[in-house]
């Protein structure tokens, strides 16, 4: 019974060009296609259907690649990776019992569904769809000109992917144990005495908060800036 059995680490593949085309894309095509169906009508079944098999391309995405090279430093990459499986077999899960297809409140002039489809695939929050009925957002602040809303994503993309480098190298100086090395480890030392215990590992939890959220915020950013510029969305 090896179908579901999560490898060892040092039986994990490294990514290069094979674990590309035979893992990672086939987990984001599956969640592609569960996209592609969620826009189009009476494909309920369909969907159904389809979320097995984009269940286990993640999970066998997940625990089979090795973005790290064995790099105790990069081990963060793996677990963002495999959050980010964990969040398209979620986000497909609540595609998938949808009764009446998703609708996109902004038309394209040049409508497509495949535009339409990327576009809900990467958008974090449903903006734009009905998906997101009932959600209250902030007014935009950001430019409203192409050009100038790109250039303030991208700088936006590289603040927070330099905050995030600063926090995460906090967090691995502050417990080396736990974050550097591949066996892991616990945020909790029992040789300091409680209160200096305590407070290391708070200080520790709200960091990594804080890495997480630089994070999406920059993998938001980045995405943002790639379909304004490259796939022509609206701003």
């Given at each position: 019974n090896d179908f579901l059995r999560v490898p060892p680490t040092s039986a994990t593949l490294p990514f290069d060009m094979y674990?590309?085309?035979?893992?990672?894309?086939?987990?984001?095509?599956?969640?592609?296609?569960?996209?592609?169906?969620?826009?189009?009508?009476?494909?309920?079944?369909?969907r159904i259907t389809m979320w097995p098999l984009n269940v286990f391309l993640a999970f066998r995405a997940a625990v089979s690649v090795d973005f790290s090279d064995k790099n105790p430093q990069r081990m963060s990459i793996n677990?963002?990776?495999?959050?980010?499986?964990?969040?398209?077999?979620?986000?497909?899960?609540?595609?998938?019992?949808?009764?009446?297809?998703?609708?996109?409140?902004?038309?394209?002039?040049?409508?497509?569904?495949?535009?339409?489809?990327?576009?809900?695939?990467?958008?974090?929050?449903?903006?734009?769809?009905?998906?997101?009925e009932g959600l209250r957002f902030p007014p935009e602040t950001r430019p409203t000109s192409r050009l100038?809303?790109?250039?303030?994503?991208?700088?936006?993309?590289?603040?927070?992917?330099?905050?995030?480098?600063?926090?995460?190298?906090?967090?691995?100086?502050?417990?080396?144990e736990a974050f550097t090395t591949l066996r892991g480890g616990t945020i909790f030392d029992d040789t300091l005495p409680p209160l200096i215990r305590y407070t290391r590992s708070s200080i520790i939890f709200v960091l990594t908060a804080f890495v997480i959220y630089t994070d999406v915020q920059m993998k938001y950013d980045i995405a943002t800036f790639i379909g304004v510029t490259i796939f022509q969305q609206d701003p």
């Open positions: 674990t590309l085309f035979t893992y990672v894309l086939p987990a984001f095509l599956a969640y592609y296609i569960v996209a592609v169906l969620a826009i189009l009508p009476g494909t309920r079944m369909l677990f963002g990776f495999s959050f980010a499986m964990f969040c398209i077999v979620m986000r497909a899960l609540e595609w998938v019992f949808l009764r009446d297809p998703l609708k996109r409140r902004v038309k394209r002039t040049q409508a497509s569904i495949f535009i339409d489809e990327l576009d809900l695939a990467t958008n974090l929050r449903g903006v734009g769809w009905n998906w997101s100038l809303f790109a250039v303030y994503v991208l700088l936006s993309a590289l603040y927070h992917s330099f905050i995030c480098g600063i926090l995460h190298i906090s967090i691995q100086t502050l417990a080396p």
